[in-house]
């Protein structure tokens, strides 16, 4: 039976932004619900030890998310394991639809939806996505343990995929479009230093090349951005790791977007273009997209979404049209 809950405020997310504003919204006893999405935890559950999160000289991702789950429960916020399908900004209360039915009516409403990987665009990489072609190294990794993988990308995510399937792969080639990388200085000594990783630098994937029947990979067809030339490398597993993208999808054309689909925010504030809306974390941030930063803007948002509470009063049946006077427009 599809049933109706309505909440103060709603977070959207459960990464380090979404579980942080959980934490505060709960601790300024507006009784938040949190609603977690496809991945629960957020993108820090699809890597292995974090080394730079305030407190820990090394942690495992997924433990560390296990922990801000446990820590925003313990405050108050409710955990719901649904994803929002839909969400409409352009009356308050704000109205979400769940994937399980529920309806979510909201006073207030933060963004916390992070981002997701981003993809080549390859027919062929399409083709072999979830059978040789993955861009989660500790989730897929072990499936190619004695054998010869590629990375593509350049950046920490790619050089930290490299160095954790050395566990498993005999060889790892790390194929980079330029002969510089992205990573911090660290990773790359890291990477300098490991006997199994083979760095291809000014090449770019063409095309996976495979079998149909059983659908699997066995190599990949690779250019040299300079000379055009194509290289052909056996391997069993192809990791893309070239970045992430925002999940802003639920919001597009409801609030304002910049650099490609980031949430727009005021500067200094987690506020966006609707009032009553604050977003934090990855969905927000094309610089900085680090779990430290996005915990900083989940707390933002959640003292922000306080203020905005307090000013307005009842907020409960308001229409969006109406001047809310609070705020400044978006500025670029
Ligand atoms: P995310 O962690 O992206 O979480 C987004 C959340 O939104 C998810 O829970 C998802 O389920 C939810 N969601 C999305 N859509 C919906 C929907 N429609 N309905 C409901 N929920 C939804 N940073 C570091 O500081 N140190 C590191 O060592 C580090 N290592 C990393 C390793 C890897 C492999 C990757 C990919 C990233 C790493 N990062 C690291 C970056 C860090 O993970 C991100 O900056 C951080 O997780 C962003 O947090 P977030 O809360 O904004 O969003
Ligand atoms: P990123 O920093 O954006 O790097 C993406 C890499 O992929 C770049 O090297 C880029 O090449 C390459 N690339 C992008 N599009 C490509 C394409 N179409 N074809 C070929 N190559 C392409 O992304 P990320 O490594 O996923 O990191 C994202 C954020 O998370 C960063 O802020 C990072 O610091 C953070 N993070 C932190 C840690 C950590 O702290 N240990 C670990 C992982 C991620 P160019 O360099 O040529 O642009």
Known sequence: MATSRHTKVLIIGSGPAGYTAGVYASRAMLSPILVQGIEPGGQLTTTTEVENWPGDTE?????????????????????????????DLSRRPFTATGDSGT???????????????????????????????????TCDGFFYRGQEIVVIGGGNTAVEEALFLTNFASKVTLIHRRDELRAEKILQ?????????????????????GTDSP???????????????????????????????????????????????????????????????????????HVYRQAVTSAGMGCMAALDAERFLAAQGDTEGKDMTEPLGYGAPVAE
């Not at 998310?65 to 405050?75: I, L, N, P, Q, T």
């Not at 009516?105 to 990489?125: C, F, M, N």
């Open 59 to 87: 942690v495992q991702g997924p433990d560390l998310m296990v922990r801000m789950e446990a820590h925003a429960k313990a405050m108050g916020c409710e955990i719901i394991g649904d994803i929002i399908t839909d969400l």
């Open 103 to 137: 309806t979510y009516t909201a006073d207030a409403v933060i963004l916390a939806t992070g981002a997701r990987a981003k993809w080549l665009g390859l027919p062929s990489e399409d083709k072999f996505k979830g059978f040789g072609v993955s861009a989660c190294a």
């Open 189 to 209: 000594d890291r990477l300098a230093k490991n006997p199994k990783i083979e760095p291809l630098w000014f090449h770019q994937l063409e095309e996976v090349v």
């Open 215 to 285: 659908l699997g990979v066995e190599a990949v067809k690779v250019k040299h951005v300079k000379t055009g030339e194509i290289t052909e490398i056996p391997t069993k597993g192809v990791f893309v790791a070239i970045g992430h993208a925002p999940a802003s999808e639920l919001v597009q054309g409801q609030l304002e977007l910049h650099h490609g689909g980031y949430v727009k925010t005021n500067p200094g504030s987690t506020e966006t273009s609707v009032p009553g809306v604050f977003a934090a974390g990855d969905l927000t941030d």
